[in-house]
């Protein structure tokens, strides 16, 4: 992935190198509550001396460009760059984000401008904290302390680098979704956390404009990530783009582990993920969030991050053009009655110049898995990882307690896991041994350390298996092509009349791409995003 417009990871892995045990005291941290719609303005965190006037204290980085301005003492925000002046930081926001992205409807301002090296959010946070504990005088009379959200805010990175995170949501995310109609106009102070209900692309007469698959090994580390605490959790997904198909392949999640103070190990931790994707050749194809205890349908803030990540890794032509996704996990939504977590897939169309409320229209993605016939290491030590960096926090899941009825947490966790685990039966068994000890001690009858030895031992036999099989059967093939060929001469076929191997995978191309794009009247993903000009030329969605 989550603060307003800003994606966190959550924007939010894998194999990091090294688990970091977390105190309590950190985790208190961690968890910050979502925007508020109570008002507050600059001139008020002036009154309350928590903000100081200056030059050059205010600064908004978005795309690779950096802005900076002063604020001013009657809080208003003087741009250094063009010495105009705005009254309020969404404002300044907007002004600065849409000479860089021209379809930016919004500025998302205090949770994208930092004052002195901070942002925004953390002093208006810290504003409510103490007027909420405190009165009134004291407010005035108080230095507050600023919790350090320096982690929140991860600059944009180019295409393949790891994207900006979001917040968690808070408590007050609604039950029920709206539908996309009914989404109010922003200056009716609409609540960001407020669940909208993905669009089916039939609904407006278009088709989905690329496939999706997910490997089964990305939504197993994906779902157990987001099992593991009551609060939400984020991390990246990496993969691969194929445009004569128009297929977006899913390939690996990285879950995210930092803290919003830490922002060492966030940087490292970033680092590492990068590193670890671009090793295997994968892009970055997208995030997922959890909702924990609600339906996987992205609030209005999800939707806002999502097109702001769109549009950064869309690349600068239809030819470079890399989608990017995004899936959210609810695994403990009671109101569903099977013990499975669903997983949403959406995408973002951005808003039409008729739409009052200008939020961009969530769009559900469907998408394909199947069972996968091994497992990696690497997926094994990222699973262990995200428990060895969770388990000391106050919001881990007791996974011996009741989740509904007489189903405890860890069986419930077995049931959605089982379907994403790989097809080999021996490995299926040895898995959920490792994963049941590792999260509640005692369960499996082993000891964690004997379990994951004995996985690990089993993985590298049936990959030294595969590997034989696979040698042997180049071997055969190898074989059966050279007596193919003799047979060919033997009847004097011309070598002409023979395809050569770059020639069919260039006839299947086109094929698939004619099939796709002409057959099926498959659009182009570029102009239904609303990235070409010919977004401009069509009726706006009703």
């Known amino acids: 992935m989550v603060n307003g417009c800003e994606m966190n990871g959550g924007a939010a892995t894998a194999v990091v190198v090294a688990a970091v045990e977390p105190s309590t005291s ?25 903000l100081e006037p200056g030059d050059s204290v205010l600064s908004l980085e978005y795309m690779g ?60 946070h810290a504003y409510f904290r103490k007027r909420e504990s405190s009165n009134v005088e004291s407010i005035k009379h108080n230095t507050i302390q600023v ?6 805010d991860m600059k944009y990175k180019t295409q393949n680098e790891i994207l900006p995170s979001t917040s968690p949501n808070d408590s007050s995310i609604a039950k029920e979704p709206i539908k996309f109609s009914e989404i109010r106009s922003r200056s009716s102070n609409q609540n960001l956390n407020t669940l909208v209900e993905c669009t089916n692309w039939s609904y407006i007469n278009k088709v989905q404009p690329f496939y ?34 128009q297929t977006l392949t899913i390939k690996n999640a990285y879950p995210f582990r930092s803290r919003l103070h830490d922002t060492e190990l966030t940087s490292l931790i970033e680092e590492e993920i990068r590193n670890t994707f671009t090793a295997k050749n994968m892009v970055l194809v997208g995030w997922y969030h959890s909702h924990p205890e ?29 989608p ?24 973002v169309l951005p808003s039409f110049e008729n739409e009052i409320h200008n939020y961009g229209r969530p769009m559900n993605m469907n998408f394909t898995t199947k069972p996968e016939k091994s497992l990696s290491l690497d997926i094994v030590m990222a699973l262990k990882k995200c428990v060895d960096f969770n388990k000391y926090d106050p919001d881990f899941i007791n996974f011996k307690n009741k989740y509904k009825n007489d189903v405890t947490y860890l ?132």
């Open 26 to 50: 950190a985790r208190s941290k961690r968890r910050v509550r979502g925007n508020t719609s109570r008002t507050v303005t600059l001139q008020m965190l002036l009154d309350t001396r928590i």
């Open 65 to 124: 460009q950096r802005f900076e301005g002063d604020l001013l003492p009657d809080g208003k925000i003087r741009s250094v760059e063009t010495l105009n002046e705005y009254a309020s930081p969404s404002a300044w926001a907007y002004n600065c984000k849409s000479i860089i992205n021209k379809i930016k409807k919004a500025g998302c301002g205090w949770s994208s401008i930092r004052y002195k090296g901070k942002k925004l959010d953390a002093y208006k």
């Open 147 to 152: 919790e350090d959200m320096e982690s929140n």
């Open 212 to 245: 999706v698959n997910i490997s089964a090994n990305a939504t197993l580390l994906l779902d157990f990530h987001c099992h593991l605490t009551s609060s939400e959790v984020v991390g990246y997904l990496a993969g691969y783009w194929d445009f004569p198909t």
């Open 294 to 322: 609600t339906i996987a349908t992205p609030t209005l803030k999800d939707i806002e991050a999502q097109l702001d990540y769109e549009v950064q890794i869309k690349g600068p032509t239809v030819e470079s053009y890399i």
């Open 324 to 347: 990017c996704v995004g899936i959210i996990c609810s695994p403990y939504d009671k109101g569903k009655s099977t013990f499975d977590s669903t997983i949403t897939c959406y995408w």
């Open 411 to 542: 069986e419930k966790l077995k049931i959605s896991l089982t379907d994403k685990f790989p097809e080999d039966d021996t490995i299926h068994k040895s898995l959920w041994n490792f994963l049941s000890e590792i999260v509640c001690t005692g369960s499996s009858g082993d000891s964690a350390k004997n379990n994951l030895q004995h996985l690990i031992s089993i993985i590298s036999s049936r990959q030294l298996l595969l590997s034989t099989s696979c040698f042997q059967t180049h071997s055969s093939l190898s074989e059966h092509l050279e007596s193919h060929l003799k047979s060919c001469n033997a009847n004097n076929l011309a070598s002409n009349e023979m395809p050569t191997t770059s020639d069919a995978s260039k006839i299947t191309s086109e094929s698939i791409a004619s099939s796709l794009f002409n057959d099926l009247d498959f659009s182009k993903a570029m102009s239904l995003i609303g990235l070409s000009p010919s977004r401009y030329q069509t009726n706006p969605l009703k």
